[in-house]
């Protein structure tokens, strides 16, 4: 069964910070997160003949922030070169400032927002079902803005299989019952699955995990 993983990235990174804090790993966190070698060991929950067609992870880069935290960007392409090394099909977004106003002082101000991401997630999954090469589409996430993508899908493909791996701490009780056999990632598999530091990609060169991860 060809199995492909569509992952929420910034959903995913909120619920590793947070398994970083619970595991109390005295500093050494889980940010460094292989996902390729993470999704490959849930594929036995889908029978014998599972095996990974394809992971695809969205996110955007925080070049707002840059001002205050100026390695930030750094940072996170120095991760995005690890994951597409690890063959993880990487598609950026951007955030996008939206004016707001305070009701009770009336002070104007920014606030910035990622946009395009669930548009783009759910995109790809209509696309990776349509063009007929999956048998298993996973959702690595817990954002209910996905779920009329998720009933759109199934009522398309009903010959598909379509489910949720919840991050740690991202469990949803409304995408729990949309469709069966979603389940749980574990704190403990952040753990487990890191990628080695130094990482040595396939060119030759190397990648250290940043030091505050």
């Known amino acids: 069964m060809r ?17 970083s804090r619970d595991l109390n790993l ?18 036995h929950l889908f029978g014998k003949s599972a095996r990974l067609s394809g ?18 960007t750094q940072r996170h ?13 990487v598609e950026l977004s951007r955030f996008k400032p939206k004016d707001l106003r305070c009701p009770d002082c009336g002070h104007r101000f920014s606030r910035y927002e990622e946009k395009e991401t669930d548009v783009a997630i759910a995109t790809k999954l209509l696309e990776i079902l349509a063009n007929g090469t999956i048998d ?20 398309l493909y009903p010959s ?12 949803n009780r409304e995408l729990f019952k949309l469709v069966p056999g979603c389940f749980q990632i574990s704190k403990d598999a952040y753990a487990k699955h890191q ?8 060119d030759g060169s190397q990648v250290r995990k940043p030091s505050t991860w």
């Not at 199995?3 to 398994?19: C, E, M, P, R, W």
């Not at 990628?195 to 396939?202: I, K, R, V, W």
């Open 3 to 19: 199995t492909a993983f569509i992952i929420d990235g910034f959903n995913l990174y909120h619920s590793v910070k947070q398994a």
């Open 26 to 43: 005295g500093g050494t966190g889980t940010r460094w997160l292989d996902i390729n070698g993470l999704c490959s060991s849930y594929l």
């Open 55 to 72: 992971i695809y992870y969205f996110s955007a880069l925080a070049t707002h922030i840059e001002a205050f935290k100026p390695d930030v």
């Open 77 to 89: 392409r120095l991760y995005l070169q690890a994951l597409e090394d690890s063959g993880v099909q």
């Open 136 to 155: 298993i589409a996973v959702l690595v996430t817990g954002d209910t803005d996905l779920a009329p993508a998720v009933r759109t899908a199934v009522s």
């Open 160 to 171: 598909k299989k379509v489910c949720f791996a919840f991050p740690y701490r991202r469990h």
């Open 195 to 202: 990628f080695p530091n130094p990482l040595s990609l396939s």
